[in-house]
């Protein structure tokens, strides 16, 4: 059977390279079998879904080159929850709660006081109807809560191998909130059940939801032995941290619009983790031909930005101008013609680079001058116009035999003097391209 496997992110924030890797894994393992990838939009929680944020989703899984075969919102299925809601309770699966917030914070507090773990003491099955009925007219509304077996939960892990949980180290989750609205756990299961999903992968975060949720697709009727779950260690940074502190700088959006390419991102974040060498693939085809969830290890993997800037570059490098003209137009990046591309794209690390290189060609330079006399001479012995990339080795030629200087001494104080720096692209390629004018000025120490 052809695997099902669903990418369910909340539009309450911009999508972050954390679920971005969950998205990928999920649509090269459905493209690696021939599956189907199914996008669906938990946006139940209808106060933090903004329409603005599920529109960047668009932007960010076409960037990443990702398509969908069906597209699902939660919202619009409330009444298939419902029924499900109703379903567990005349089964007596879900029962009331009205303890406020504040109620439940004591006594996790005290239950930790204790030595004791934070799991809700099912107080509310023990309320009379009398009680209920003191509460609501208190004005408080019930959440409903699911009640679990005390059976031991158990599955074969896709990633972890064997994971068990006993009842008495797990609350019963809140299924219905106060409002009526559903939370994730419910809604999750029923489009999970008919939607005729197979395969369940998502980070290591949901393993306790996971464990939960068997016990509600068996009530529910459905059989948890037909569904695999695997669940994937979660990214941190290089020091060992959370990343949820830099989810805004770690957005898909922040990284395209500094010049990061999908593909370079793709290929570190489906890598990061795995045996595998961490390559720029040439194509999204081939990380699904070479896609093995087997190639996955249990530690959390370390996510560096220089390594992902790294392997940027190493895909620039590579890239022709005819490849890159589309991302040009994208980053609105304007004055890049096929010459200076080949000349400075061997020097980018992302395509926001362009910006230093059109001011050092283009824009304002502060010449570093030293040696006075040595740039004196090389404007004395400046080629005039018009200029090739040869202009730059006829130009040192004469300079070298003028002062029999060779090497760094020959060519550093000129780049210094016309770039401001003492490492980029090849200066017989700027050269032309800064032109005579700019050149003259700069060795003359105007800034230009």
């Known amino acids: ?55 960047a989703l668009f932007q960010d899984l076409a960037w990443l080159g990702m398509s969908y075969d069906a597209f699902h919102v939660q919202s619009t299925r409330l009444d298939r929850y419902s029924l499900a809601a109703e379903k567990l309770k005349e089964a007596g699966r879900l029962y009331p709660c ?16 204790q030595g004791l773990p934070p799991v809700y003491d099912r107080a509310a099955l023990k309320l009379s109807a009398h009680e209920k009925k003191k509460y609501e007219d208190e004005g408080r509304t019930p959440h409903w809560r699911f009640l679990l077996k005390s059976d031991p939960i158990a599955w074969n892990d896709l990633s972890r191998g064997e994971l068990r949980f006993e009842r008495n180290t797990m609350s019963d989750p809140i299924l219905i909130r106060e409002d009526s609205s559903p939370v994730y756990t419910l809604s999750s299961v029923v489009d999970d059940i008919e939607l005729g999903v197979t395969h ?25 032995r037909s569904f695999t779950f695997g669940h994937l260690p979660m990214l941190v940074g290089e020091r060992g941290e959370s990343l949820s502190k830099r989810f805004g700088s770690l957005s898909l959006h922040s990284l395209r619009t500094e ?51 790294r392997l940027n570059a190493k895909l620039l490098h590579h890239w ?36 230093h290189f059109q001011e050092i ?55 210094l003097a016309l770039t401001g720096e003492s490492h980029g692209p090849e200066m017989k390629d700027l050269l032309p391209l800064i032109g005579r004018e700019k050149v003259e000025k700069r060795l003359l120490g105007i800034t230009t």
Not at 363 to 373: A, N
């Open 200 to 224: 369940i992968l998502r980070g290591e975060d949901h393993i306790s939801n996971t464990a939960v949720q068997i016990q509600l697709f068996e009530a529910l009727g459905a059989d948890a």
């Open 361 to 415: 060609c283009q824009g304002q330079v502060v010449p570093k001058i030293e040696d006075h006399d040595y740039i004196k001479l090389a404007l004395e012995l400046l080629p005039e116009a018009p200029w090739t990339i040869e202009t730059w080795r006829d130009w040192t030629g004469l300079l070298k035999e003028k002062t029999e200087r060779r090497g760094k001494e020959l060519f550093m104080p000129l780049r």
């Open 1 to 55: 059977m052809k695997p099902v496997v669903r990418f369910a992110p909340s539009p309450t924030g911009l999508l972050h390279i954390g679920n971005a890797r969950t998205a990928l894994i999920n649509w090269l393992f459905a493209r690696h079998h021939q599956g189907t990838f199914i996008l669906r939009l938990d946006d139940t929680d209808l106060e933090r879904s903004k329409d603005e944020y599920t529109q």
């Open 259 to 309: 010049g990061l390419e999908s593909l370079a991102l793709a290929s570190y974040l489906v890598k990061l983790g795995t045996s595998d060498d961490i390559v720029p693939a040439l194509s999204l085809h081939h990380l699904v031909e070479d896609f093995d969830m087997n190639h996955f290890g249990r530690s959390s993997p370390r996510f560096s930005v220089e390594m992902l800037e």
């Open 98 to 113: 009205y303890e406020t917030q504040l109620e439940l914070d004591f006594k996790r507090r005290l239950q930790r006081t």
């Open 320 to 355: 022709l101008y005819e490849e890159v003209t589309p991302r040009l137009k994208e980053l609105s990046l304007e004055n890049v013609d096929k010459t200076f591309w080949q000349a400075v794209h061997g020097n980018l690390n992302k395509l926001s680079d362009l910006h």
